[in-house]
């Protein structure tokens, strides 16, 4: 079994399903990638049903705490006088309150709960993408359109859990993180680093655990 990486294109070798029906995962021997057959994606209501049952309160202080390190890479490279955009920003926007309880701009945007028709028409000085990067159907794309809408020199900084360049049936089998059905995609560091190939991003690097690519 085997199908082409959404990411590289580089075929695919099977890697892991649970039992009969389950969803079937390969991984790239290229980047690193492991990904999700698209046969087994749920639809956009059931999808949407899922994130319905999240508790995103914004003033919770643990769900606070776990965001603080995007938190922290904005403030040390942005003033308030920047204009950001939380992408993927799930129905409690916390990184967008934390920020913006110390002046910062940010736009919001989320297909099912902060659809901006007029997003496009925008350019970011940055971009937050906190635990939204796993969702990704079509990585390659959604990436293009997030650097389309950085500016020049503009970053993006982007925190999901990540999994080691090495990843065989055992580790998948223990990666609780793969039980979410809304979760399709999972980057290693060998990924993020064909995708800033791939994209042209000017650089990559990761610090305090969070994915960082400039423009």
Not at 69 to 83: D, F, G, M, T, W
Not at 88 to 109: H, M, N
Request: proline share 4%.
């Amino acid at each position: 079994m085997n199908k082409n990486c959404i990411i590289c294109g580089t075929k695919g070798e099977f890697l892991y399903q649970a039992e009969t029906q389950s969803p079937v995962y390969y991984r790239c021997d290229n980047c690193s990638c492991v990904y999700e057959d698209e046969q087994y994606f749920i639809s956009a209501d059931e999808e949407k049903k899922r994130y319905d049952t999240h508790n995103n309160d914004v003033e919770d202080v643990r769900y606070q705490n776990f965001v603080s390190p995007v938190v922290r890479q904005v403030k040390k490279y942005y003033n308030p006088q920047s204009v950001g955009l939380d992408f993927g920003a799930g129905s409690g926007p916390v990184i967008a309150k934390l920020l913006k309880d110390e002046a910062y701009q940010l736009d919001l945007y989320d297909p099912y709960y902060y659809p901006n028709n007029e997003l496009n028409e925008n350019h970011y000085d940055y971009i937050v993408c906190c635990e939204t990067m796993e969702h990704f159907y079509h990585p390659i794309d959604e990436f293009k359109w997030i650097k389309r809408l950085l500016k020049n020199g503009g970053m993006f900084f982007g925190k999901t859990k990540m999994i080691p360049n090495t990843v065989d049936y055992a580790y998948f089998n223990g990666f609780g993180y793969k039980n979410d059905p809304t979760h399709v995609v999972f980057y290693a560091e060998n990924t993020l680093q064909k995708i800033k190939d791939i994209l042209d991003f000017t650089d990559f690097h990761l610090s305090d655990k969070v994915i960082i690519f400039k423009k």
